[in-house]
């Protein structure tokens, strides 16, 4: 139930000569060095704080608009900020508040607001009309609980120290009564310690004296301190970006904690950042956790983030939300030359190249978040796994996992429990080697961690990235990756001079394909990349045709390939046969089955063939 600026018009406002802007729950403020994105940070401080920075008072012959030259009326700057009500308010109040507030050099002159209400049109259109606030109404409590938080580019020792004294306020005033009793447990250990002192003071000075700590504890709370578990060093002694992940954490801690003073009935409470440039100090994977961060915090305790930023994975947040979603906006912040004053770009097409991110360089950043992303995902997951302290084996995706339990079950029956298949939906071969990684960078420092392993197909890509991971020898000591054999049954098509990657569904036989063809489970493969340019050629001419140059034996592993809805269908159907069936239909998986399991349990592994070497038909049309 808090509220949301929906719109800010500023006028005559240090570099704003006349801006208006429209954010989201997450508005993004992109812009070059000197192109005033700070000064709407700065002007939504003015209107709520009263103050331009943190501790800077408004400075009106500095703060006014130097562009602005009026002919008879008084220089004024102008704040005005549309506020979205809360559905329970709006029948008394309206649809939305309209508050605006203006200064002169004498200081604030004007502060009013008032409500707007949407009214139907004859026409089938829309006005507006405006709505008076009732005196009895809790929008001015609501209003008047806006808590605006300014957090400046430049993060130094003094803004950390301030911040951890303003954890006193929200303590003293949340926890009241526990923290004025553990104050005076703390002040009567003092004075049992101390008490030999005070006893001489009132034998020498003829009155009474005792400790006590001061009423005011936040300069105590200034010299609070994070220490990193088990080394005890002083937040104060870790790099800048260590300092700033704290930041948003310790601002989220004391929107919650203030949301809890909330009585029953009572106007609640809103809680809007402004922060400047978050990705200063930060490296790429910092930013990127720190985007998703705050993407995670609006609508969870916070109302309204306004960021400034030079960096695309802020400003390219906007483009990850849904078509039509309006959880953010991004908004391109400009000067032009000889122009009055800070501008916003009404298209963000070519921000990158305006940003001078070039646009080879922009997709690399993209796929550079995506990538620090993933890799988070599977730390976490690898966090929760590892609790279990088992043997894992992570495969491609769901169809995948049918196929290695059942081969699990047939081949190490006395194995099979110990293991456990891991994956997710559209895992693919990121997934496996993402989680490899985090489960070696696990094993680095908890060396009792059992063994990983992952089972890649054997398309040129897997194949890569198999090869990769495991010629490091330091990744194999805990984490090792395997591939998918080839089955003999499709072993004369690259004899043939075909190109076809083989993954999980080529180890079903010719007979599960009719199979799967008569469900309707295959589509028509598509050929360019399988037939070899000479036949094509050939084919091209009419010299010959494609079904002259397949055999009756293999030709609909050539021809078809699964949709992607019907691979799990076959996988079951796999996965459900009798062992003694399943196993004179795989007995190439034997091998494999065994290598996995021997990586697995290295105190009895016995000598086998690298899963990286040659495996029959591995070769280059593999």
Known sequence: MSLRITKIDIRNFRSVRNLSLSPSKLAVLVGKN????????????????GKTMPADDLEFDTDHNVFNQPNRRAKEISIKLEIAMPESYRETNGDFVVWERRWRSEGRVFDEYSGRRKVAGPRGG?????????????????????????????????????????????IAEVADREFRNSSQDFEQSISDQLQDLTTQITASLGFRSRLALPKDLSHIFESLDFLSEGQDISLDSRGDGIKARHIPLILKFMADKKRRLQVRGSAPHTFIWGYEEPENNLELSSCVELA?????????????????????????????????????????????????????????????????????FAPMVTELEDRVRRQEQARAEVEQLAQANRRKLFVEGPSDKLIVDKALAVFAPDRVGEIDVETRESAGINYVIDMLRSWRSRAKHHPELPRAAGLLDLDPEAKTASKLWNEVPDNIKSAKCFKLPTPPHIVPIFQAGLHMPVVLECLYDRQAWEWAEGRGHLKPRHLPGVIPAELNQRIVAGETTLDDNLDDDWAIFVKREFEQGGKRPMAQHYANKEDDDFRGRMPFMENLINEIVGYLFPEQEQPAVAADDAQPGDGEHA
């Not at 300014?150 to 951890?164: C, N, T």
């Not at 991004?330 to 298209?347: L, M, S």
């Open 34 to 49: 000197d192109s005033g994105k700070s000064n709407v940070l700065r002007a939504l401080n003015l209107f709520f704080n």
């Open 126 to 170: 829309a006005s507006l009309e405006t709505v008076d606030i009732p005196d009895r109404s809790n929008v001015h409590a609501l209003l008047r609980n806006i808590n605006y938080v300014y957090v400046p580019a430049i993060k130094d020792l003094e803004y950390f120290s301030e911040l951890r004294a303003s954890i006193y306020d929200i």
């Open 292 to 360: 998703d961060q705050f993407w995670g915090f609006v609508d969870n305790g916070v109302s309204q983030i306004f960021l400034t930023t030079h960096s695309p994975v802020f400003y390219n947040l906007h483009r990850k939300q849904e078509e039509g979603g309006d959880r953010i906006t991004c908004h391109h912040i400009f000067r032009e030359v000889d122009a009055e004053g800070t501008k916003e770009a009404t298209e963000l097409g070519d921000l990158d190249d305006r940003m001078g991110t070039t646009a080879l």
